[in-house]
């Protein structure tokens, strides 16, 4: 899956920004996103909507890769606590792969990092 | 006429077959004269016999009907395939709309002709089969301009504009006359569109409308679709209805100018109640109404209702959205002793959407109490946050005003819900001597403008409404008079410029680099013009910002430092 149209604001001007992808990789139980491009309150529906596609009943494991994200806001964020949450409750893994250093802090200063499920390498089980 | 044609048709197993025909079948001699008709085609052009047929002047026939192709050309005698044909032309079918000058029918029929020649070749009659495609034709008629009617319907977001369009389309394709009139909360009517076929005809409706009262007649036309939600349908006006309903002479004059043949009426019907009608009325085209016209108005008016509803829905979204932002923002800043504040709020994207950036000052023992934050989600749901949040601040803070336990409040406040609600907040407790106490939940750090230049100050602590483990450090400050505050939601430092780089702290310390001693109001004004410069398209977050200068603890006539909020300073 490739999604690098621009971004649709509410008054319907494109916002210019660097290209967001995902690209979903899943086998029966277990499934990876992997976001790369800057992950604000625009591109978030998207990651959504290409999550929800791989919660199945089957789903066992869910690693989503933050190793190729520029950026994060607080939608952001909020994606990832929501998911953790429904993990809890639907009895499956999450697994975040730690973004770079700068986009981390942001996790890290609004004490997200401390609360989710980070692990520095894909290989980890 | 003589031969085979004429033996054909006096052949008794002929006949039979097309007394039974379904289809209209006549035949023309070469003098124009229609020689046959079957019982089928006899009864479309109301005659009685064959005898009555061959006795009159084919134009006669005609005379009764007003013709007209699909485009609405009048046809006359000399068009028709089997005229054409009988003159030695190769005609098409013929698509032809007939309306009964006496009793206002309509049909729609497909003529085809084909000649009968004689052992020469000369050609001895034409045969016309006529298909009656009334039905076909008006319901394919009725699919296209229901599709024109969305198309209106949903090129405006005005309704009055909408009904305006509808009332123009229907005239003169369904009705030579259309009016839409929309009832209001008391009972009386609002006259929104009216279009006429033809222009001087306009102007005579116009006038007739001045005569409808202002308060509807209930038991009948438009008083009596308004208190059933019924249609009504009246197959025939005759004159004694137009003099009962007359109020004086002149009403009736213009009654009859109208022409008034056969007219209806029906409802603007929403799931709540009858908003307004539709009224069409045939007069100059002849056409009578009938219970199928009747059904396709109510169809029309089904979706301009609709339209209206959704235009109306849209306007009071907007106002609720406007009037739930307010709710959301203190009304004006308050004057709060000892020092100068300023504040920016620019909710982003759609003019109904509620923005999820807030931010409030409320006083608590003598001090002031400032809170920021940003609520994620949007609309209705997250205003609903932003309320509880605020309330429960204000509330949390009359027991303990630290501001780490506002938050912790707040946070606690948050997990309670169903749903997942976060919200990012920034809790700020101010003395008027300049002594300032900070927490952070998930929010970026304010900054201060001294002296030394444009720094972050405080702490970063946990985002609030569902983290397991949480933590929100206070930070005690102290700022001198001139020293500035800033705090602001990430909005401000998100806001996307060219080729999509964000505006970031880097560019907010360069502008407020210079702001040291400059006024609260002047610093606002200063970052709008960055932002507005740097930013490009319509921004996907709201931006908030606050701006508190400490401008030095007012004194009192005894020179004593007052710890007291501008109320107190007014009272004392």
Known sequence: ?125 | MRGETERAIRDERLSVILDALAEAVTVRAPNDHLVYANPAALQRMGVSSIQELREADPRSLMGSWETTDEHGHEVAMEDLPSVKLLRGEQPEPLLLRAVHRESGEEQWSLLKATAVRDGAGTIEAAVTIIEDVTQRRRATLQMEFLARVGDVLASSMDYQQTLRNVAGLVVPQVADWCAVDLFTEDGGREPVAIAHADADKLRTAARLRAYEPDRLDPDRGLGLVQRTGEAQLYTEIPDELLAAAAVDEEHLRLLREVGMRSALVVPLRTRERTIGALTMVSSDSGRRFDRRDLDFAEQIAARAALAVESTRLYSERSEIARTLQSSLMPDAIPQIGGWDVAALYRPAGEESRVGGDFYDFWEVDGDWLMMIGDVTGKGVAAAAVTSLVRYTARAASEYDARPAQVLARVDAALRRRPSISLCTALCLRISPDGAATLAVGGHPLPVRIGEQGVAEVGEHGTLLGALARTRWPETKLELRPGETLVAFTDGVTDTVGTGGERWGATRLNAALAQAHGQTAASIRERLVAELEGFEVGAQADDTAVVIMRHAGAPRDDRGDVRYAGVGAAQNG
């Open chain 1, 1 to 125: 899956m490739r999604a690098s149209e621009p971004r649709k604001t509410g008054k319907g001007e494109d916002v210019p920004s660097a290209p967001f992808e995902i690209n979903v990789v899943r086998d029966r139980e277990s499934a990876t996103v992997t976001l790369a491009g800057e992950l604000d309150i625009a591109t978030v529906p998207r990651v959504e909507e290409a999550i929800e596609a791989t919660l199945t009943d089957e789903l066992q494991v869910l690693t989503v890769d933050l190793s190729g994200l520029g950026f994060v806001d607080s939608s952001g964020l909020r994606l990832f606590i929501v998911l953790d949450q429904r993990a809890a409750e639907q009895g499956w893994e999450l697994r975040l792969l730690r973004p770079d250093a700068q986009v981390l802090t942001v996790f890290q200063v609004s004490g997200v990092e401390e609360n989710l499920p980070f692990i520095e390498d894909a290989s980890v089980t």
